[in-house]
């Protein structure tokens, strides 16, 4: 076990997202839809997601799960925190 504590979650700021341009954040809005809509979990400004979906992401976008994590930290859809839930990949 980690000394900062279990492991944070991978949380999607659904607002943020929706605010960037499609090219960039196309197939990452169509994924959380995706999520949203097996869970049925509409009214949500936030999406907790898998370790494994951003492992799906990262293909995807033709990139690491590290760097693609710093992409989303810094279009502000991921926080910070998610750095230590792509560690232990
Ligand atoms: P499933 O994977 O067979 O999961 C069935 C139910 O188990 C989920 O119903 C949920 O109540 C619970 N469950 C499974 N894994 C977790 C988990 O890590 N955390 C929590 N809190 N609950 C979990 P739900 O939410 O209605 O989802 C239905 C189906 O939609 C899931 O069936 C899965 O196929 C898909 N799904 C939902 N959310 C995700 C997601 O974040 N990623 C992926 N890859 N699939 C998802
Ligand atoms: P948490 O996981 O830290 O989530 C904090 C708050 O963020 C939630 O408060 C909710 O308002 C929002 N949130 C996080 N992920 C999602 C998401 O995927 N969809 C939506 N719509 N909102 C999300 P809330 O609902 O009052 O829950 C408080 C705490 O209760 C959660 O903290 C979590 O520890 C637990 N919890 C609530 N629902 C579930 C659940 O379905 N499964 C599990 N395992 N824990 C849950
Ligand atoms: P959480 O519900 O607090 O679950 C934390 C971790 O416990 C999950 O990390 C997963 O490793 C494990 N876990 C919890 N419930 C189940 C389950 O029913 N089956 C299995 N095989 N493992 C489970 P993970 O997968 O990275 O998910 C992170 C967070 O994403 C979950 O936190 C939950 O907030 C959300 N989530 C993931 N899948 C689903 C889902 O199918 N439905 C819903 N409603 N939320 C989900």
Known sequence: PSPLGPT???VIDLERLAQLPKDKAGPLARYAATIQSQRG????KVL???QEDLRSL??????SPTELT???I???VLDPEARRA????
Do not use: H, M, T
């Open 8 to 10: 944070p979650k991978l």
């Open 41 to 44: 979990d509409y009214n949500g």
């Open 48 to 50: 907790s997601i898998r």
């Open 58 to 63: 990262a293909v995807i976008y033709d990139k």
């Open 70 to 72: 710093e992409e989303l």
């Open 74 to 76: 810094n279009w502000g």
């Open 86 to 89: 792509v560690e232990s990949f």
